[in-house]
């Protein structure tokens, strides 16, 4: 598609289907087909609460995410969420300073299913856990010792020594006799909060050992009485130590815990998360009407996306520029070729905002990739690809010959010239009416649109598999593999969604179709409406070409 009809799948402001934008802290913040999102500071609201009810059926569930400093709470909160916006993401301790909250809600009932609160990190539980075993009585249950413990003068004090904070977060911390003037304000709203839930995630660096201080966190954690499930964060990470955090949490009664790579995503993991969350609470409803809508949604944005790839490709195949006999071809080869590239990077934009990726100082997106700035018409592409034309040659040099042949008379080497600079271009001279007038029709070849065909599924998988806390172009993991990595399978064949010289039924339609291109009638809704058809025929072939 050109940029006539970018907004066709672009995400849109007011009440369209997909929009993102920023607001004050109390209003909504992302809204989406399957959820709305809310996010707010709620550390007053929090100070306010009273001791949280048990769930009953038909209540949003308060789900609070707690843990040590710098484990991913937000980054998995912003995955989950698909907001790149949601909260701020350092590779330092105590980035999360308040209590942020955020709505998962029906959009089609209108019911808030489950309220979400990334709390700061817990920096010295070590610390707190021996303030505890000294001002508070160990026969009174965990609730009222932590009640005490929010009661003191230490939960509010501010005098919190920035450099002990720093020490305190490092692997080789030993915990030092706790300090009536050490500030544990910080550890006091993740309590509070965890008081106010009615259950909580604790989310685990899987790269991290297993040391003292996370022992002391469960223990405090515990207190609180309500369910607690350990989520794996990293764990695509090869430096992963599940094994010895599962011995841990067995011999702390955690048994059920689950995995989620907030950068690596799964959507099987999330929804084992959600599944384990489930099977730990009584009243589950909420739950599981999350996860019905969330899995419609997912397959349903699938769909959406393969549908802007076959509009796209469409496009391209049916557009045709004519030309006379003893016209100059090059401008129009060059005009052909800058269409298409822009066409193909609208097209990328279109599945970056579907799926809630955008080009912004928040994170880097895929498209930073070189391998995705590259010029699709570059025959070296075509080779890195494995994709051979159905003679076997290279593309420019094919292309050269064929409008060498096609001059009919012109100055010989004149195609080659052009095969130099316009690759991925044909030209058609079969039909005996051109042939008579003189004219020319130049179009985009096989196994250019093989290559923009396969390009494209590459950058779906990679956003269906890419987590929204994500900050670098190159994590695009899949298998521990870009998506780009390996264009070739263990045979060394090429991995494309069909043979080049095999396009799928509606390409070769398109081909004889220049009135379905905005590319080459300046029609754009007018030509989007005429391949729509053949777009839903082709995307559902596309979508059994996925890897």
Avoid: C
Avoid at 104 to 122: H, I, R
Avoid at 398 to 427: E, N, P, Q, R
Wanted: aromatic share 6%; charged share 20%.
């Amino acid at each position: 598609m050109n940029n006539d009809n970018n907004n066709q799948y672009n995400n849109k402001d007011g009440n369209g289907q997909y929009s993102l934008r920023k607001t004050d802290s109390s209003s909504v913040d992302v809204a989406d087909k399957a959820y709305e999102l809310t996010t707010l500071s709620s550390e007053t609201e929090a100070s306010h609460r009273t001791i949280k009810k048990t769930i009953a059926s038909g209540e949003p569930l308060k789900l609070a995410v707690v843990g040590h400093t710098n484990t991913g709470k937000t980054s998995i909160l912003r995955t989950l969420l698909r907001d790149v916006y949601f909260g701020e993401v350092k590779n330092e301790a105590a980035t999360t300073r308040h209590v942020e909250r955020a709505q998962l809600t029906d959009n089609q009932t209108g019911e808030v299913l489950v309220a979400l609160y990334d709390t700061p990190g817990l920096e010295d539980a070590s610390g707190l856990m021996d303030w505890l075993e000294d001002n508070t009585a160990s026969r009174r249950d965990g609730i009222e010792r932590l009640q005490q413990f929010l009661a003191s003068d230490i939960a509010h004090s501010d005098n919190r020594d920035d450099s002990h904070a720093v020490v305190s977060a490092s692997n080789n911390y030993k915990s030092p006799s706790y300090s009536q003037n050490y500030d544990y304000s910080q550890e006091a709203k993740v309590i509070r909060q965890l008081l106010a839930s009615d259950m909580a995630i604790y989310v685990v660096d899987a790269r991290e050992p297993v040391l003292g201080k996370y022992r002391d966190e469960l223990a405090i954690l515990s207190w609180a009485a309500i369910p607690v499930m350990p989520v794996f964060n990293f764990t695509d990470a090869q430096d992963a130590n599940i094994d010895e955090w599962q011995t841990m949490l067995a011999r702390r009664n955690l048994h059920i815990s689950t995995r989620f790579d907030s950068v690596a995503f799964e959507f099987n993991d999330e929804m084992r998360l959600w599944q384990n969350l489930a099977t730990m609470l009584t009243h589950s409803e909420m739950l599981e009407q999350l996860m019905a809508r969330r899995t419609e949604n997912w397959a349903q944005l699938y769909d959406e996306a393969n549908i802007v790839i076959a509009d796209f490709l469409l496009n391209v195949a049916a557009f045709v520029r004519e030309i006379g006999e003893d016209d100059d071809p090059m401008p129009v080869l060059q005009q052909m070729q800058a269409a298409v590239r822009q066409s193909e990077r609208a097209m990328q934009h279109n599945l970056l905002n579907l799926y809630k990726f955008y080009d912004n100082a928040v994170a880097a997106t895929p498209l930073e990739l070189q391998a995705y700035q590259q010029d699709p018409f570059d025959p070296e592409l075509l080779k890195s690809y494995g994709i051979r034309t159905t003679s076997g040659a290279a593309a420019g040099a094919l292309l050269g010959l064929g409008i060498d042949a096609a001059a009919l008379g012109t100055t010989l080497g004149l195609g080659a010239a052009i095969g130099g600079i316009a690759g991925g271009l044909l030209s058609n001279t079969s039909s005996i009416a051109d042939k008579i007038s003189g004219v020319k029709r130049l179009y985009i070849d096989p196994a250019t649109l093989t290559l923009l065909a396969t390009r494209a599924i590459d950058l779906l998988t990679a956003l269906r598999h890419r987590g929204h806390a994500a900050t670098d172009a190159t994590q695009l993991i899949y298998n521990g593999e870009s998506s780009m990595g390996d264009n070739n399978d263990d045979n060394g064949n090429a991995i494309t969604p069909w043979a080049t010289h095999k396009l799928p039924s509606e390409l070769k339609k398109a081909r004889g179709k220049p009135q379905w291109s905005s590319l080459s009638s300046g029609k754009s809704e007018q030509a989007q409406l005429l391949r729509a058809d053949m777009a839903w025929s082709l995307a559902s072939k596309l979508s059994s070409y996925q890897r």
